[in-house]
């Protein structure tokens, strides 16, 4: 049984008490399905129309879901009751660009009535439609966090905000690639289709075994390594705007949302 088993069939309000009473504390992969799944960036406020600049500019690495007023922690079309300030497993604070070392579980203590809330799309969501074709999902499988790397392809910088490219990789078998490229990209809003298919190199990832972010996972003979725009990328693009305060999750422990995964299928952004 691996560590999302407990959860896969949870509804997302469920998985979103867990993590807000200290139950759930890591990778949120295979968890809720057929809810989506989000990445959390928080800015403050004058930083934000640069961020939502950047976001559109980079629409498949950072594809928008939802936006808080400031000093909102509270996204009820999204969420219901949801909080951003507690119910993500665990998040990452910044301060002036610099990660603090510590991985909170909840941020009331920062909070301040000055900050944005940004919900993006994640890939996590259309894992439960790779699993209903029949496709594994190695690092569920393994009970690991997805393999993320940051990449040498460059994002449009908006403003303050730019940094490179982060892709998340899954591999899958040489016979079924195709097939998870079409299922992946009926989910535009999720990230979607691959950016790249196949040899890692040409992103400019030196070793599979060796993710920046998450964990690796086996890569088998007859694998092929499939990559993903992923919700880290925000993350890079923190260090070069170096907001004086931001929160975001840490990678690979989203935000689950009240959306249906059916009700985003298809959907641009």
Same mark, same amino acid.
Not at 155 to 174: N, Y
């Given at each position: %049984?691996?560590? *999302?088993? @407990?959860?896969?069939?949870?509804? &997302?309000?469920?998985? $979103?008490?867990?993590?807000?009473?200290?139950?759930?504390?890591?990778?949120?992969? #295979?968890?809720?399905?057929?809810?989506?799944?989000? /990445?959390?960036?928080?800015?403050?406020?004058?930083? &934000?129309?640069?961020?939502? +600049?950047?976001?559109?500019? /980079?629409?498949?690495?950072?594809?928008?879901? #939802?936006?808080? *007023?400031? #000093?909102? !922690?509270?996204?009820?079309?999204?969420?219901?009751?949801?909080?951003?300030?507690?119910?993500?497993?665990?998040?990452?604070?910044?301060?002036?660009?610099?990660?603090?070392?510590?991985?909170?579980?909840?941020?009331?203590?920062?909070?301040?009535?000055?900050?944005?809330?940004?919900?993006?799309?994640?890939?996590?969501?259309?894992?439960?439609?790779?699993?209903?074709?029949?496709?594994?999902?190695?690092?569920?499988?393994?009970?690991? /966090?997805?393999?993320?790397?940051?990449?040498?392809? =460059?994002?449009?910088?908006?403003? $303050?905000?730019?940094?490179?490219?982060?892709?998340? %990789?899954?591999?899958?078998? $040489?016979?079924?690639?195709?097939?998870?490229?079409?299922?992946?990209?009926?989910?535009?809003?999720?990230?979607?289709? !691959?950016?790249?298919?196949? +040899? !890692?190199?040409?992103?400019?990832? &030196?070793?599979?075994?060796?993710?920046?972010?998450?964990?690796?996972?086996?890569?088998?003979?007859?694998?092929?390594?499939?990559?993903?725009?992923?919700?880290?990328? @925000?993350?890079?693009?923190?260090?070069?705007?170096? !907001?004086?305060? &931001?929160?975001?999750?840490?990678? #690979?422990? =989203?935000?689950?949302?009240?959306?249906?995964?059916?009700?985003?299928?298809?959907?641009?952004?």
């Amino acid at each position: %049984m691996t560590p *999302s088993a @407990p959860f896969a069939h949870a509804t &997302a309000a469920e998985v $979103r008490r867990a993590a807000r009473c200290g139950e759930l504390t890591g990778p949120t992969a #295979g968890m809720a399905r057929g809810f989506v799944q989000a /990445n959390v960036v928080i800015v403050p406020v004058d930083y &934000a129309v640069e961020f939502a +600049d950047f976001c559109a500019a /980079n629409a498949q690495a950072c594809p928008m879901l #939802g936006q808080t *007023s400031p #000093g909102s !922690p509270h996204l009820p079309d999204v969420s219901g009751d949801g909080d951003l300030r507690s119910d993500v497993p665990r998040y990452r604070v910044y301060h002036d660009g610099v990660a603090d070392s510590a991985q909170p579980h909840d941020v009331a203590a920062w909070w301040h009535d000055r900050l944005v809330g940004f919900l993006l799309g994640c890939s996590f969501t259309f894992e439960a439609a790779l699993l209903e074709a029949g496709l594994p999902i190695r690092h569920i499988d393994q009970g690991r /966090n997805v393999s993320m790397y940051r990449t040498d392809r =460059m994002c449009t910088p908006a403003g $303050r905000f730019a940094g490179p490219l982060v892709v998340s %990789m899954r591999p899958f078998h $040489r016979d079924r690639v195709e097939e998870a490229v079409a299922v992946s990209g009926r989910y535009p809003r999720m990230h979607g289709a !691959p950016v790249h298919v196949g +040899d !890692p190199a040409a992103l400019g990832i &030196a070793d599979l075994g060796r993710p920046d972010f998450g964990d690796a996972v086996d890569v088998r003979a007859d694998d092929v390594p499939v990559f993903w725009a992923c919700g880290v990328t @925000p993350q890079l693009a923190l260090t070069a705007a170096a !907001p004086p305060l &931001a929160i975001t999750h840490s990678p #690979g422990c =989203m935000y689950l949302t009240d959306l249906r995964d059916d009700g985003v299928r298809g959907l641009g952004v």
